[in-house]
């Protein structure tokens, strides 16, 4: 119960405080009286609003604070906590003098919490008070590991090698320009032809008949004949 009150006096604080804070949980339907949402329309539904200052409240604005008997007895614990004497600089309450403070706290707020006795008395017998010292807890023992046996060989794995990485570093075959020049073709188009074939030979087909020879014997006959000097032979081609 002693830090449900403290939660109500650091929103006091707040929201006396910072004007983003008031902003920001007003738009949630908070108000200054407790955290949470408290303020309502005629409907008794949640009511977003935006207070002036710090000061506000939501009724100037037509709006209504629903505080149940919970959040009353929460806000009684907060003024309650603000009459106590801060200790000097430097120091700390007792744990005597804080149980004694917590106690006062529990008595104003006990009658909105009926369940928070949860003795065997159904809340008859004295309420127990929250512990405030720390409990130091004793080291823990280290941890030894177990020996691992290394004369065992390691048992053989049946899992199947990675297969070797594939890398196709041809450009597509679909898409290379280079493709369309026969005589530009890349590397990769030319090492998958085969060898080229070397063009047939030139051969020459004669059309025209073949020229006349005439008898050599006819010839020579006839130019002894009709030739009054020495015979000759006269040869034309």
Same mark, same amino acid.
């Given at each position: 119960?002693?830090?449900?009150?403290?939660?109500?006096?650091?929103?006091?604080?707040?929201?006396?405080?910072?004007?983003?804070?008031?902003?920001?949980?007003?738009?949630?339907?908070?108000?200054?009286?407790?955290?949470?949402?408290?303020?309502?329309?005629?409907?008794?539904?949640?009511?977003?609003?935006?207070?002036?200052?710090?000061? /506000?409240?939501?009724?100037?604005?037509?709006?209504?604070?629903?505080?149940? /008997?919970?959040?009353?007895?929460?806000?009684?614990?907060?003024?309650?906590?603000?009459?106590?004497?801060?200790?000097?600089?430097?120091?700390?309450?007792?744990?005597?003098?804080?149980?004694?403070?917590?106690?006062?706290?529990?008595?104003?707020?006990?009658?909105?919490?009926?369940?928070?006795? /949860?003795?065997? /008395?159904?809340?008859?017998?004295?309420?127990?008070?929250?512990?405030?010292?720390?409990?130091?807890?004793?080291?823990?023992?280290?941890?030894?590991?177990?020996?691992?046996?290394?004369?065992?060989?390691?048992?053989?794995?049946?899992?199947?090698?990675?297969?070797?990485?594939?890398?196709?570093?041809?450009?597509?075959?679909?898409?290379?320009?280079?493709?369309?020049?026969?005589?530009?073709?890349?590397?990769?188009?030319?090492?998958?032809?085969?060898?080229?074939?070397?063009?047939?030979?030139?051969?020459?087909?004669?059309?025209?008949?073949?020229?006349?020879?005439?008898?050599?014997?006819?010839?020579?006959?006839?130019?002894?004949?009709?030739?009054?000097?020495?015979?000759?032979?006269?040869?034309?081609?």
């Amino acid at each position: 119960m002693w830090f449900k009150c403290q939660r109500v006096r650091k929103h006091w604080n707040d929201w006396d405080t910072f004007a983003t804070y008031r902003e920001s949980k007003s738009g949630f339907g908070w108000c200054r009286l407790s955290p949470g949402k408290t303020v309502t329309n005629l409907a008794g539904e949640s009511q977003p609003w935006k207070p002036t200052d710090a000061k /506000d409240t939501p009724q100037a604005h037509g709006h209504y604070s629903d505080m149940d /008997d919970k959040r009353l007895a929460m806000s009684m614990g907060a003024e309650l906590i603000n009459t106590f004497p801060r200790p000097p600089t430097g120091t700390y309450l007792t744990p005597g003098e804080q149980r004694e403070r917590t106690m006062k706290v529990f008595e104003v707020v006990k009658e909105a919490f009926p369940l928070y006795c /949860d003795s065997d /008395d159904e809340g008859l017998g004295e309420a127990r008070p929250a512990v405030f010292s720390r409990e130091f807890l004793a080291p823990l023992r280290p941890v030894t590991k177990a020996a691992v046996d290394t004369t065992t060989p390691p048992p053989v794995s049946k899992a199947r090698p990675a297969a070797a990485p594939t890398t196709n570093n041809n450009p597509c075959q679909v898409t290379d320009n280079r493709l369309r020049d026969i005589n530009n073709l890349p590397e990769w188009a030319l090492a998958g032809l085969p060898p080229p074939t070397p063009p047939p030979p030139h051969t020459f087909s004669h059309t025209h008949p073949p020229l006349h020879t005439p008898n050599l014997t006819q010839t020579i006959t006839y130019i002894t004949s009709h030739s009054q000097t020495t015979p000759f032979c006269y040869l034309t081609h």
